[in-house]
């Protein structure tokens, strides 16, 4: 082969694999709505409870959006509150409340994230401070819990997880859940600088090395 021939080769596969990546793969744009809540409301999402009165904290005017440290780096910014957990014995278990947001995404990977904390600063401290659940179409990617919650202590967490999805919409939901504890005030959970970014597929990732390759066996010839 040419050197003139060689070096279109080599041009020609590089324009196809820039055009691939670029255009299937990641882009660093968040593409949930209203994920770090910016606009003190809990726009483009949607509330939801797990259970009747699994909110016990919602007659107190949660789930609201307030400035919170969420991630503690002494920088204050809004937040989704939320003030789960039952408010009665029966029926045993887990039960609270939470927000989701359907979003649409191209087939490929992609990468959720969310900074989480929990907080009691009315009570003097609980047995449960919150579990909290990542879930990507009814399927459980990640959870934590916080365990107990000391009083006026800030426990903070991220929520993250990758999975490879189809074209379309997808189902975006976080949720909140505790066991009943009497006598006990109910902590407040925060949830803040939710993400949703599209990455580049395994294919594309593949083609690149493929690349890699061909210059290289262009270059011993």
């Not at 021939?5 to 744009?29: E, K, M, N, P, Y």
């Not at 910016?38 to 009747?52: H, K």
């Not at 509150?81 to 191209?106: E, T």
């Not at 916080?146 to 997880?161: D, K, N, Y």
Request: charged fraction near 15%; charge should be negative; glycine fraction near 12%.
């Amino acid at each position: 082969m040419s050197i003139r021939c060689w070096r279109g080769s080599f041009l020609l596969f590089w324009i196809v694999a820039f055009g691939l990546v670029h255009g299937v793969g990641s882009t660093d744009a968040n593409l949930i709505t209203n994920g770090d809540f910016e606009t003190g409301s809990l726009s483009g999402w949607a509330y939801f409870i797990t259970m009747p009165n699994g909110d016990g904290g919602a007659s107190g005017g949660f789930p609201i959006v307030i400035p919170f440290d969420v991630n503690q780096d002494s920088v204050s910014s809004l937040a989704a509150a939320f003030r789960v957990g039952k408010d009665s014995v029966n029926p045993p278990g887990l039960f609270g409340a939470g927000i989701y947001q359907n979003v649409m995404l191209q087939e490929g990977a992609v990468e959720i994230t969310a900074d989480i904390a929990a907080l009691d600063n009315v009570g003097g401290g609980n047995l449960q401070a919150g579990f909290f659940e990542l879930i990507l179409d009814g399927i459980v990617l990640d959870s934590h819990n916080f365990g107990a919650a000391p009083a006026g202590v800030t426990q903070s967490s991220t929520l993250s997880a990758t999975s490879i999805v189809t074209a379309g919409s997808h189902q975006v939901r976080f949720q909140i859940r505790r066991s009943y504890q009497q006598n006990d005030e109910t902590p407040v959970q925060y949830l803040d600088d939710i993400a949703v970014i599209q990455i580049p597929e395994p294919t594309i990732l593949a083609l690149a090395g493929l690349g890699l390759s061909f210059i290289a066996m262009r270059r011993k010839r």
